[in-house]
C-alpha cells in the first residue's frame, strides 16, 4: 500500500482514538505510537506551546531536546510562521538544532486552538528528502482532530 492510501486508512483509526478521550496528554501520546509504528519514522512527537518556549509532550524515539525557543530551530520558526515545515536535509536548515545527529530531515505542523498555535507535531526521519506534500496534507488533518 502507498504511503497515500496508509494515511487514509489510518485516518478513521486516529479519529475513533481522540474522539472517545479529552485528555491531550493521552491523545498526543496515542497518535505519536501510531504514526511510529505504521511508517517507522524515526522520531515522532509533539512540543507544547509553554509561554515563550515549545515544550517536549508525548514522543516515540531516542531522546530529544526539551525546551525549544519561539522562532529557533524548525520546531520554533514553524510555530513562529504558523505554517507547516518541510525540511529536505535539515543539515541545511538555518539555526538547526541538532537534538540527536542520525535526524536527516524533518517535518513540523503546527496545531491551531482557534487562531493561536498550542503545540507542534515534530516527525523526523533518518533518510535525506523523506516528507513531502501527502505527508504534510494528512498530518495537517491529524493536527486538527487534536
Not at 501520546?29 to 519514522?41: C, D, P, Q, R, S
Not at 513562529?80 to 535526524?103: W, Y
Request: hydrophobic share 50%; glycine share 6%; proline share 4%.
Amino acid at each position: 500500500m502507498d504511503k497515500e492510501n496508509i494515511y487514509k486508512a489510518l485516518l478513521p483509526q486516529i479519529r475513533s482514538l481522540v474522539g472517545v478521550e479529552n485528555d491531550s496528554v493521552a491523545n498526543m501520546a496515542n497518535i505519536a505510537a501510531v504514526l511510529k509504528e505504521t511508517f517507522g519514522f524515526f522520531w515522532v512527537g509533539f512540543y507544547v506551546v509553554k509561554g515563550e518556549q515549545l515544550v517536549l509532550a508525548p514522543f516515540q524515539g531516542p531522546l530529544a531536546c526539551t525546551r525549544i525557543a519561539f522562532g529557533r530551530g524548525v520546531c520554533g520558526t514553524a510555530w513562529k510562521e504558523q505554517r507547516t515545515l518541510i525540511v529536505p536535509d535539515v543539515e541545511m536548515f538555518p539555526g538547526h538544532i541538532a537534538c540527536n545527529a542520525a535526524s536527516r530531515s524533518e517535518i513540523v505542523v503546527p496545531i491551531f486552538h482557534g487562531d493561536e498555535v498550542v503545540a507542534v507535531i515534530d516527525i523526523d526521519s533518518d533518510k535525506l528528502d523523506f516528507f513531502d506534500s501527502i505527508d504534510a496534507q494528512y498530518l495537517e488533518q491529524i493536527a486538527k482532530l487534536l
